[in-house]
């Protein structure tokens, strides 16, 4: 069964900041990984989604890696911004079948002005 | 991208009675789709797959009886909580895989409270 873990559970930085979100998966047989942002309350808006195939996506201030041998991908925010606080949601797509992602249990990001 | 969108946002209802959540693919076509809980500071859970013309498949620890789900069209599901208890308040979000499955679309989540 497939076992998806954030880590830093939560964290709290300043404006300006670089920073490093980590997701790590048990079973490296993925079709693809999604990062997710959720705001409290909300939905989820999809920010990026990386092929097994592929290393890396980028979209804007943020860059998503992917090490599938390793089971691990991060997520790189730069120069963060008080919008920036959400929770970010890593999902890990299963090959094969129905995709049916599996989710970590996500980062809680503040940025404080 | 694809657009999943889930009604109500947000309920409010009185113990004992059944509530229905709605999740409807706006500009294609899901054979299926996906309902998760997520309790505060707690993950996405699968609770149960909803199949076009036939039945869910529910995850194990899920009530079938409890939580309904019917799926009558290629754009329609809903997820009913029958006698909604308040351990039941938690956000539901739904979900549906894209044309070529290999990717989820998301609606916007339903925060249930039961008082």
């Known amino acids: 069964k497939q076992e998806v873990t954030q880590i830093p559970a939560a964290l709290s930085v300043p404006e300006g900041e670089n920073l490093v979100l980590n997701c790590s998966f048990t079973?490296?047989?993925?079709?693809?990984l999604q990062w997710f942002r959720q705001d409290p309350g909300k939905g989820l808006t999809s920010l990026l989604l990386i092929q097994s195939s592929q290393r890396e996506q980028t979209s804007g201030r943020l860059n998503a890696s992917l090490d599938k041998s390793s089971g691990r991908s991060t997520l790189y925010i730069a120069a963060s911004q008080p919008g920036d606080s959400a929770t970010y949601l890593c999902?890990?797509?299963?090959?094969?079948?129905?995709?049916?992602?599996?989710f970590g249990r996500g980062t809680s990001l503040i940025v404080h002005p | 991208g694809a657009v999943v969108s889930q009604h109500p946002s947000w309920v409010i209802c009185k113990s004992g009675t059944s509530v229905k959540i709605e999740c409807r693919s706006l500009d294609f076509q899901a054979t299926t789709m996906f309902w998760y809980r997520q309790f505060p500071k707690q993950s996405l859970m699968l609770m149960a797959t909803?199949?076009?013309?036939?039945?869910?498949?529910?995850e194990q620890g899920v009530e079938k009886d409890k939580f309904l789900i019917n799926h009558a069209s290629l754009t329609l599901s809903t997820l009913t909580v029958t006698s909604a208890h308040p351990e039941d308040s938690s956000f539901y979000i739904c979900?549906?895989?894209?044309?070529?499955?290999?990717?989820?679309?998301f609606g916007q989540g339903t925060r249930l409270t039961v008082v």
């Open positions: 079973d490296s047989a993925i079709y693809n």
């Open positions: 909803s199949n076009e013309g036939s039945k869910a498949t529910y």
């Open positions: 999902a890990v797509g299963a090959s094969g079948g129905s995709y049916i992602p599996t």
């Open positions: 979900s549906a895989p894209g044309a070529s499955n290999t990717e989820a679309f």
